[in-house]
Structure formats: C-alpha cells, structure tokens
C-alpha cells in the first residue's frame, strides 16, 4: 500500500513538472521578467518586473530581495523599507494599472553581483529570478528583450543589425530545447500555426526590420531570435523573451456569406498619437492595405469597402460588402503608433443568402423619378435603418424618416419590412454607390450595396443592360410596375423595351426645336428671294423704256394694240393718214377725249409694243427678203 502511494505521489509531481514546462504555474506564471540583466561598474541598472494586474496583487506588497544559502534578504518594497546597505542606490517604483513595477539600483559595484528575486506578496508564491552582472567593460552587451501581452493581443518587435545584413536573409523562430524552429521569414516560409497571425516588414533602414504577432495565445509564450543569415551557422541573433497572459479574447473570426457584407472592429489609443488607421489584407510576403482614414481605397474596392472612425471610443470599423470567394483570409488592423494593437480577425466565406435584399443595378434616365428598395429580415425589425452614398472617405447614414439637403427621403414600411430611398428626380450628379445597411446600439451590421448608372451621365458611359442579359439590374426610364401590368393585360409585348421609348422621346425633344429653326429659315429666305425678284422687274421695265426708239410706236394700230381694253363700247377712228386710237364713250356725236397717261401705263405699252413689233418682223422676214 505505502509503494502504490508513492508512486501515485511520484507520478503526481512528475506531470506537474512536465505541465509546468510548458504552462509554468509556480511564480512565472504570474510573474514574468528578465532572467538576466548587466550593469556596468559604477553605473546603473534597471530591473521591470511584470505581474498579474488583478484586484489583490494592484494593491499588494511588491519587493527585490537577494538570494542567499539560507534566505532572500529584502533590499527594497513598496511598504516604504530599505535596506542599509543600499540607502541613495535602490528605489521601487509601483504602477498598479499597468501591472509593472521598476527597481532601479545605482553605484553598482562588485558586491551586488548574484541572484535576485522580484516578487509580490509577504511569501514566495509570486515571484521570479533575476541574476544580476556588474561588468567592467565600457559597453553594455545586449540584453534579452522582454514582452509581456494580454492573450489576444498583440506585439511589435524591432530588430536591427545594419546595413551589412542589408541584403540577407531575416527570419524569427521561437527556442526549444535544443534547436530554434522557424515561425517567419523572408523567403516566404512561415510555420503553418502562426498563419495570418504574423508578419514581416522591411524597414527604410538597411538590414532592420519589423515583426508583428497578433491573436497571441498562452502557449505563444516562450523564447524567441530574430536574426540575420542562417541559425548556428552565420550572421547575428536578437533574443526575444514573450510573455502571454491571461484576459478577455477579442473577435478573432467572422463569417460571411457571397454577395453578403461584414465589419471588423478595430481598436486604438484615442489619447495617443495616432494619425494613421487602415485595414490590410494579410500575405506570406506582406499585407496589402485597401482602405485607411485618409481615403485611400484599393480600386478593385471601390464601392465594397468603407472605414468609419470613432475617436470617442478608440475604435474604428471597417464594412466589406459585395463578399466574393477569394476575398477568405486574414485582415488586420493597423496604426502608425509604436504601442498601438495590430490585430488579426480572420474571415471565411460559408454558404448562404445576405440578409438584405434588393436590385444591385439600376439603369434610369436624368429627370426621372425613383425609388430604391431594400427588404430585410424580421430580426432587424428593432435595428436602425438607413441608406446612404457611397465615397471613398465615409458612407454618412440618412437614417429613416429624414431628409437631407439634396431633397433624398428614407423611408421604412414596417409592415412589409421594406426600406426605400425616394429621388424627386434623378439627376447626372446622383450616379455612383448607395448603401443599404443596419445598426445595433452603436455597432455597424450588415449592409448591401447598390449601383445607380445615369444613362448619358458622363461620355462613354456604358448602356443599360437587358433584363435577360442582367437579372440583377432594372430600367426606371417608366414606372416598372405600371408596364408589368400592361404585359399581363397584353397591351404591350414582353420584349418591348422600355429604353426604346425613352430613347424616342429624347430624340423628339431633339429633332422638334431643329425641325421649327428650319421652317423659320426657310421663310425668311422665301421673303427676301421674292423681294429681290420684285425689284429685278423694275430694273428690266426701266432698261426697256431707255432702249426703245419713238419709232417703235408710228404703226401700232397695225398690230391691233389697244389702249385701255377694260373700258366699255371703244370706238377706232381713223383721222386722215395718221393712225391713232381714239377712245370715246357714249354717243358718237359728242366731241372726243384724249386719255391721259401715267408714266406707268406709257412703259407697259411700250414694252408690250416692243413685243409685237419683235412677232412681226421675224414673220415678215422671210417676204421680205424674197422682195
């Protein structure tokens, strides 16, 4: 019975010691330190101690004392005692909120070499070991570097071997017992467990760069180099001590459906100085960056992705929509501040329908009224509604029932869970991106985006597509509803195409004002040809009446021309050998009266005598010349 017991006992302590290998649970577990550091004679050295921030231990007593065969004589605490050996050279500095205590020891001199412990509480239950070194030398060799983050955090970690590495092979690898297993490096070989939850970046300095890890879990925690060159064989290494401690998790996955949307929410120092915020999307090789708070905007994102800031509340949210197959994989959130998080939310893409329904393509006429329509599930019900314009900088919400400057009015029917965007009248400066979306209690939720294509709205733009060719898109040149009806009655044919129509009238509205100009044209030029050709009249009259010659006129009775041949009863009167033509009215005894003539009258006989006179001799002229 005693042997089983001892060995049950053995067992026991055994599986402890191999647990505490790897999740140490005496004092390194909360605790954490350097496991050594070096001062140089004469000078000083600084000691932080790291430490579970919980309720008892922010306000428990923190102390460095140093080890000896029989005891660990305290040196200084932070209940006020010091020892006398090192009054004016050791102080203990407590900052509760951040988990961190300093001990500062100066004047060092030979006699403080050896081992030490920094602990919290009135026992040893908490607490690691420090061996200190006090070295002659005029420089200080390089110490490991010590990091000590929340679970699910994040680190950035620093490494620089100059400008003769500049061209060689950086990596980092975490210790083991007795080789050094690679994690990243810049060959683009990565350990399949740290997957999108570390990266690698170049710095403007030859032979430096950066690693970032995020997403960190308990058993990250350990020894890690970053180095130059090959591992044991050539160039330099950089020791790098990470701690992992406990605390609440962040959103490290989210999933999306195709055609459907998600928001990663991302955290920063609001009091800190931040001035640069973006999303990228992870690579073996480095991450790309789609969208930052300047508006900078990958173009293959245009109109899928937005960023809305928070400085209220240190956060900052980034909406993807439009969600494709290829659009799986690790996104992480970026600042330009040193201590700021970089954390990595990881998205995959799984079967399903969005939530939010609607047409993702309209296609109408400038001038035209329009309504777009979203519908949306029963659990958005109690959600906040809202539609808003897409640009490169934000998505501003119109949030229901109101109405903006540019005269866009949001509607919600609860009943029929429909939200609307109402336009007046489309105008050329309307085309672009809207966003269908909703919200809960501050938190951006899912979204669908919507195309509005302006026909005619800038040169070269493409023409609406058919409804067979695009299920996705509709034509509001008419109401769509009305000319449904009109199929299903049969008044009008399936395959007529309402852009026709549309493309009619526009062409009438054209070709009636040019078809007016023309007819006016053409009735001023009639006005002015017709007074020309009245005024050439004249002329010729006057140049006939210049050219003819009084002989013109001694046999005109020969020719049977009669003067005044509207007059009633004339009479011809032959007086001696003159031929002259005598009118005469009434009886034939009463005495004879010349006509006078106007100037006009005289000139049309004149040419019509001219006329005659030309018949008569062409028909004389043949007797003539038989004569």
Known sequence: MTLLVFIFLLVFVQAESADGQLYPQTSSSSMLGPRQVTGLLHGSVTVKCFYKATRVNKHDRKYWCKESTRQCSTIVSSNGYLSREYEGRATITDFPDYGLFTIEISDLRKSDMGSYKCGVGINDKLFFKVKLDVSEDSVVPEEAQLFYIKQQG???ISCDFGSDYGTARKYLCRMTENQCSLVIDTYGNINPSYKGRVLLNYNEAPGSFNIFMTQLKRQDSGLYLCGVGSYGTSGETKELNIHVYEGNTEQALVKGVPDGSVSVECYYD??????????????????????????????????????HDNPENGTFTVILNQLQENDAGYYWCMTDGEQEKKSATELKIVEGQPNLRGVKEIIVVPGSPLSMTCSYPCKYYSYSKYWCKWKNTACDPLISYEQNQTGLVVNCDQDSRILSLNFDQVAPTDQGWYWCGVKHEGHYG????????????????????????????????????????????????????????????????????????????????????????????????????????????????????????CMEESHETQLGEMNEYVITTGSPKEAPKTTKRGSKEEAEMAYSTFLLNSESISAQAPSNNKT
């Not at 480095?286 to 245009?302: H, R």
């Not at 006005?527 to 050709?533: E, G, P």
């Not at 009446?545 to 002989?551: A, G, L, P, Q």
């Open 154 to 156: 994040a680190v950035t």
């Open 270 to 307: 609001p009091k800190g100085n931040v001035t640069l915020k973006y999303l990228c999307k992870w690579k073996i090789n480095g991450c790309t960056q789609l969208i930052d708070n300047f508006g900078d905007v990958l173009d293959s994102y245009e109109g899928r992705i937005v960023m």
């Open 446 to 565: 899912e979204t669908m985006a919507v195309y509005l294509r302006i026909q005619g709205a800038f040169p070269g733009s493409e023409e609406a597509p058919s409804a067979e060719s695009n299920n996705d898109a509709a034509i509001f040149g008419i109401d769509s509803r009305l000319r449904k009806s009109k199929i299903a009655a049969g008044v009008e044919s399936p395959t007529e195409s309402p852009t026709e129509d549309n493309n009619s009238k526009v062409l009438l509205s054209v070709l009636i004002p040019l078809g007016v100009m023309f007819l006016l044209l053409a009735a001023i030029f009639a006005f002015v040809k017709f007074r020309f050709f009245k005024n050439s009249d004249r002329v010729s009259v006057a140049s006939y009446r210049t050219n003819i010659s009084m002989t013109d006129f001694e046999n005109a009775s020969q020719y049977g021309a009669k003067d005044n041949s």
